[in-house]
């Protein structure tokens, strides 16, 4: 059995059996016993879809099977499927299957699954498995991913610091850590950490923040591309090998290494080393 068979198997298990109740990300990454750093991801590779997407889609399905082979109120049965609202529920209904459950209740017959196409690409990416020392570094937070307009000015602002109060080296590496899933995270609330490696004995200056990237195994994929890409490159990522792999995850969040300078090199050659933390 997959390494995280076991855990798919008791979370929607577990959502089948609360559709009428909110779901906490973090419960649920603790039944399945995976760390809250990968969870989400993890469980869209293996259901092809977001997580919410996944339980507002069985939601509407099960509402869809009591509204042909039940006599319940469609009232009850959106209570039942989660919904606070009879209007919500209709909202949601007509989006997902385009009538209102009325009409499914009148015509049990005719209803239409609106299948959506994935948006799943694949990439040329180079895996390699590490073992890092710990990486020490300075850094500072910002909201956003990478290439984004506020990203860009925090990086700006940290190299100019960086370089001004001689905190650059010519072994000086560049980093960036995503706390958040733009997923499931509004994008103006996503922190993104840009990070600039230091020299284990140099003496940090007190303007900067400073942290240690935890060293240890990691396996490695080296993106050649347009960071405006990465979030597909980690849908591949996860959809294709972690989780068919044989290790399992660490509790420590992914990181990126950006090996080349954005601002000479032409987009199509940008190259991101993506390090996924395992045991």
Not at 36 to 48: P, R, T, V
Not at 62 to 77: D, F, G, N, V, W
Not at 96 to 103: A, C, I, K, L, T
Not at 149 to 165: I, K
Request: hydrophobic share 35%.
């Amino acid at each position: 059995m997959n390494n995280y068979q076991k855990g798919f198997d008791k979370v929607l298990t577990h959502i089948d059996a609360n559709l009428d109740e909110k779901q906490d990300l973090e419960t649920l990454a603790e039944i399945a016993n995976l760390s809250k750093f990968h969870f989400h991801k993890i469980m869209k590779a293996y259901l092809g879809e977001t997580l919410g997407n996944y339980i507002n889609r069985v939601r509407l399905e099960t509402a869809a099977k009591l509204l042909r082979y039940s006599s319940q109120a469609i009232y009850e049965i959106a209570y039942q499927v989660g919904y606070e609202t009879k209007s919500a529920f209709n909202k949601g209904f007509k989006k997902q299957f385009g009538v209102n459950p009325s009409f499914i209740r009148k015509h049990k017959k005719q209803i239409v699954i609106q299948n959506k196409d994935s948006n799943m690409s694949d990439f040329q990416l180079l895996k390699t498995i590490k073992n890092i020392q710990d990486i020490p570094v300075i850094f500072q937070q910002s909201k956003g991913t990478i290439g984004n307009e506020a990203t860009e000015e925090n990086w700006g602002t940290l190299f100019t610091r960086a370089q001004s109060l001689q905190m650059l080296s010519p072994e000086s590496k560049f980093y960036g850590i995503n706390w958040d899933d733009p997923e499931i995270t509004p994008f103006e609330k996503i922190r993104y950490d840009a990070c600039i490696s230091v020299n284990k004995e140099a003496a940090i200056n007190a303007e900067f923040s400073s942290k240690t990237i935890a060293g240890g195994k990691y396996v490695c994929f080296l993106y050649k591309g347009d960071y405006q890409n990465l979030g597909l490159v980690y849908d591949q990522i996860f959809r294709d090998w972690v989780i068919k792999m044989e290790y399992n995850l660490r509790d420590e969040p992914v990181f990126e290494q950006y090996i080349n300078n954005k601002e000479i090199t032409p987009t199509e050659d940008l190259l991101t080393e993506i390090f996924i933390p395992i045991k």
